[in-house]
């Protein structure tokens, strides 16, 4: 009698635990993204990058142990016993390295050749029609180098695939034990399984810690929300002008006013003088 893992193949098996695994652990990456983002911390770099891959790691270990066993329970008929998440992390993660390491110099070595030949193909097509319009020409040459590298990357996921599914298929073998229940009372032990023992103790624990993550992103928050970035300055406050005395505004009105007076007689005289002098004349 053939064995039950035997009747799935490796890319579906792995694809099956990491699928889910990773829809299992990506809510709690993002509530560790969000309070790096409040605390002014990219997480897409340097620190904030180094912070999140590392608090990934248990979350990573949980979520592969918890799939791992439904998909074993449910799926293959097997009871795994045992650190599951720690066992199939690791290797995964080893093999994940290997494949990322030939997938960077591969996907790169395609698009590089894939640009060339696509402009060598432009070329060529714009010898024989000039008028090949910019926009056609900016779409076939994407497609020529784009779906060859998008092919590779394809290529490259399978072989991860392929070797995880391996890998979790002698797991199985080696520490699962085949279950004699029906498919109905496996999916009913799980489902126990996924029960707590002490369902208020664990709600009280949950609201415990989303009291306290809630405290920790206020307290990460800055104080001026949003915070000025330094390269959009905020306009500088408008001078606090003096209240205006409407005595000395009078008197300035006044003084004005007189010197205006004393330039018009001023030139009143002036022009009286030249009156005279052309008479004279």
């Given at each position: 009698m ?12 792995a694809?099956?635990?990491?699928w ?5 652990g990506?809510?709690f990456?993002l ?6 983002l ?10 904030g ?29 097997m009871?795994?016993?045992g ?13 994940g ?13 395609t698009v ?14 714009k ?5 090949l ?30 070797l ?25 032990q ?13 709600l ?12 920790v ?9 949003p ?18 005395k ?14 205006a007076?004393?330039?018009?007689a001023a030139?009143e ?13």
């Amino acid at each position: 009698m053939a064995h039950p893992v035997e009747s799935i193949s490796p890319i579906k098996l792995a694809w099956a635990v990491s699928w889910s695994a990773f829809w299992t652990g990506l809510p709690f990456k993002l509530i560790i993204a969000l309070l790096l983002l409040a605390g002014q911390v990219p997480p897409w770099e340097g620190a904030g990058l180094v912070t999140l891959l590392v608090v990934s790691v248990p979350i990573d270990m949980w979520a592969v142990g918890l799939t791992a066993r439904t998909v074993f329970l449910e799926r293959l008929g097997m009871d795994v016993r045992g650190p599951v998440g720690v066992s199939l992390w690791w290797q995964g993660a080893v093999l994940g390295a290997l494949v990322l390491g030939g997938a960077y110099y591969a996907v790169g070595t395609t698009v590089a050749v894939g640009q060339k030949i696509a402009a060598a193909m432009i070329a060529l097509i714009k010898k024989v029609y000039p008028t090949l319009p910019i926009a056609e020409q900016i779409t076939l040459e994407l497609l020529l180098w784009t779906i060859p590298t998008a092919i590779v990357l394809l290529v490259c996921v399978l072989i991860w695939l392929q070797l995880f599914g391996w890998r979790v298929k002698r797991f199985v073998v080696t520490s699962g034990q085949t279950s004699s229940a029906s498919l109905l009372e496996r999916v009913r032990q799980w489902d126990y399984a996924r029960v707590p023992a002490d369902p208020t103790l664990v709600l009280v624990s949950f609201a415990g810690i989303m009291v306290t993550l809630t405290v920790v992103f206020w307290v990460l928050l800055p104080v001026t929300t949003p915070t000025p970035h330094p390269d959009y300055p905020l306009p500088q406050a408008a001078k606090a002008t003096k209240p205006v005395k409407p005595e000395e505004l009078i008197k300035k009105t006044e003084a004005n006013l007189e010197k205006a007076e004393a330039v018009l007689a001023a030139l009143e005289k002036e022009k009286s003088k030249d009156v005279k002098k052309g008479k004279g004349k």
